[in-house]
């Protein structure tokens, strides 16, 4: 009961799985960074979305870098500012 009360005060899911992509994509501030660390604490399944994000984001990361001849700099710049805008709303 006292988890699902700081889980909606401090920050919903639906934020807590947005601020996780945007700090893949960038940095967050302090306070976000802190209010998405409590959340990742008290909410399993965000826990859960979280390590799967990360587990995404080193094999995202590894493919990249065996197919570096493929796939240029400026290429994958533009997928991260992207990114970055879709995250910005």
């Not at 604490?41 to 995202?60: H, R």
Request: glycine share 2%; with cysteine; charged share 30%.
């Amino acid at each position: 009961m006292i988890r699902k009360i700081l889980h909606i005060l401090f920050l919903p899911c639906s934020e807590a799985t947005l601020l996780m992509e945007k700090r893949n994509a960038q940095t967050i501030s302090a306070g976000e960074n802190r209010r998405l660390s409590i959340h990742i604490f008290v909410c399993k399944w965000c826990k859960v979305y979280n390590e799967k994000l990360k587990l995404l984001d080193n094999i995202f990361k590894k493919t990249i870098t065996e197919k570096t001849s493929e796939i240029n700099e400026s290429e994958i710049q533009d997928f991260k500012n992207k990114m970055i805008d879709k995250l910005n709303f």
